[in-house]
């Protein structure tokens, strides 16, 4: 059953490109839907966006990215009711968005920093502090050992009850969603969450030398599936998505109609879920890995 609950963006991991037309209507489906802002916690109990599959609280989740920004158009929106509700977000950024940015006056070289600026600022308008950063090649990024291994690291640091990652799957739908970067960071972060986390015997220098234990993590979210199965609303907490974004200034200065652009895509989500005229949502493909 397809579900609905507080949050919805475009279904892809790549920042829109400016002009295209947002995706046609799609048939509308009558799900239930669970806003949590504003709403106790006793009225959303065993909400999918509070509590895994199995009925646990979430308390921590882990975003594993291919860049900065990715994350936040992505699933801004989610990402704030999900620190509203207090649980505690951490982001894994496996580039540091060194082949980005739109001004040729800026030297290549201060773009890491300035990005990496970027994402912490963006991380502070939706609730996220804790923050790691790869140091990959922004347009390199391939599914190789040491991905998977620095990624388990991360996991086994962070120990999430959910993961948010990239989908591995091409998206023939709207082909500009499926940037290689995005399905190698996609694809070594399913690998990372089985079978490498949870092998005590997987990169043996982790436990060996960082003392880190294994893990498995019950449930990922995943961004940008060509095949979603859950919905969030997310009318509550566009504004602190679009703040998010616009911390990301040598991304999205240029963007005159960010707002308007955002919320035609999460308006065709929003649709495309069966949620009322006027709401705004993400889109993911939920997975349980545990």
């Known amino acids: 059953m397809t579900n609905v609950t507080g949050g919805i963006s475009p279904d892809h991991l790549l920042r829109p490109l400016i002009g295209e037309s947002a995706p046609a ?22 909400s999918p966006l509070l509590h895994n599959r199995d009925g646990r609280r979430i308390e921590r989740i882990l975003a594993v990215m291919a860049h900065p920004d990715d994350v ?29 940015g739109f001004d040729p006056d800026v030297p290549r070289s201060e773009i890491p920093g300035i990005r990496q600026a970027e994402q912490r600022a963006a991380g502070a ?10 140091g990959y090649r922004d347009g390199e990024l391939s599914v190789s050992h040491e991905l998977r291994r620095d990624i388990s690291r991360v996991i086994r640091q962070v120990r999430p009850d959910r993961m948010l990652i990239q989908s591995p799957d091409r998206n ?8 290689p970067d995005h399905l190698a960071a996609g694809e070594a972060a399913i690998q990372a969450v089985y079978p490498d986390a949870r092998n005590p015997f997987a990169h043996p220098s982790l436990l ?6 294994d893990w498995a993590v019950p449930e990922v979210w995943m961004i940008g599936s060509p095949t ?4 969030v609303d997310v009318t509550d907490t566009f504004d602190a998505k679009i703040a998010a974004l616009r911390a990301h200034d040598s991304q999205t200065a240029h963007m005159d109609n960010l707002s308007d652009y955002m919320r035609s895509w ?19 493909m939920v997975v349980r890995t545990a």
């Open 25 to 46: 209507r799609l048939a509308p489906r009558q799900q239930p839907v669970a806003t949590l802002t504003g709403v106790t916690e006793s009225a959303t109990a065993g």
């Open 72 to 100: 936040d158009f992505g699933a801004g929106g989610t990402v704030r009711a999900w620190t509203n509700a207090g649980i505690e977000v951490t982001y894994c950024l496996a580039t540091n968005g060194d082949a980005g």
């Open 125 to 134: 308008a939706l609730g996220v502090r804790d923050i790691h950063f790869l």
């Open 172 to 179: 023939w739908e709207r082909v500009q969603a499926s940037h």
């Open 208 to 213: 060996k030398d960082e003392g880190l234990e």
């Open 228 to 231: 979603p199965n859950q919905w």
């Open 266 to 284: 999460l308006t065709a989500a929003a649709q495309s879920a069966g949620l009322p005229d006027g709401r705004l949502a993400e889109a993911f």
